[in-house]
């Protein structure tokens, strides 16, 4: 069965320095989405991607964050100067066409010490 | 800003039992509501969905009934089983919008004792 895939599982960053998340969504999908969790939160919307450009984005997603789909298969999720309040977990998710049921990676569990 | 609410955050429930978790939401712009469920170490996995048109979809064991004049929604798994062990996930949407639209709950984890 097709899937979402996400490299690292886990990434320990020091504040300050720059992480890059990556997936890889499910090959015939064309909406790509971001979201991260933290501990004992709920599950936030950051992202959604589209056309190779970001089609939505929530207030989270600030000029700390940026999106790009380098090639015709990564989707990638750069967070620039980490914080400390930015360790989650963050969850990549895609789908065929603009519908509500994603489906989502296992998530890169961030750590920034 | 909970505008999915979750108000259990576990649930305990005997295999073959009937488990019901529960959900609220308040936004009256959402027409769309899925259940989610999560394993350890693994993304949340889309299970069942409800339209505001319906107030009941069924799948196999799974059920969720919607109850839109009380902003209520809830999953019912008959009968339980150990698989099902998990952490459950609602969410709320518009329909017609993307995933990008969609609003979470905490999440209730789901226990199945033998």
């Known amino acids: 069965e097709p899937e979402v895939t996400q490299t690292p599982s886990h990434q320990v960053t020091q504040m300050g320095q720059e992480v890059i998340l990556r997936c890889v969504p499910i090959?015939?999908?064309?909406?790509f989405y971001w979201y991260r969790q933290i501990l004992g939160q709920k599950v936030e919307f950051l992202v959604s991607f589209y056309n190779n450009e970001i089609s939505e984005k929530s207030e989270i997603f600030d000029d700390q964050f940026s999106v790009e789909r380098p090639d015709g298969s990564n989707f990638t999720l750069k967070i620039r100067s980490t914080k400390l309040e930015d360790s989650a977990m963050y969850f990549c998710?895609?789908?065929?066409?603009?519908?509500?049921?994603?489906?989502f990676g296992q998530g890169t569990r961030l750590t920034v010490v | 800003d909970q505008q999915v609410k979750q108000n259990s955050p576990s649930l305990s429930v005997q295999e073959g039992r009937i488990s019901i978790l529960n959900c609220d939401y308040t936004n009256s712009m959402f027409d769309y509501f899925l259940w989610y469920k999560k394993y350890p170490a693994e993304g949340p996995t889309f299970l069942i969905s409800?339209?505001?048109?319906?107030d009941k979809n069924e799948d196999g064991r799974f059920t969720v009934f919607l109850n839109k004049s009380a902003k209520h929604l809830s999953l019912h798994i008959v009968p339980s089983q150990p698989g099902d062990s998990a952490v459950y996930f609602c969410?709320?949407?518009?329909?017609?919008?993307?995933?990008?639209?969609?609003?979470f709950g905490k999440g209730t984890h789901l226990i199945i004792q033998p």
């Open positions: 090959s015939n999908h064309l909406y």
């Open positions: 998710a895609s789908s065929e066409a603009r519908a509500l049921e994603a489906f």
């Open positions: 409800i339209s505001s048109i319906k």
């Open positions: 969410a709320s949407g518009v329909e017609g919008r993307g995933a990008d639209g969609l609003t």
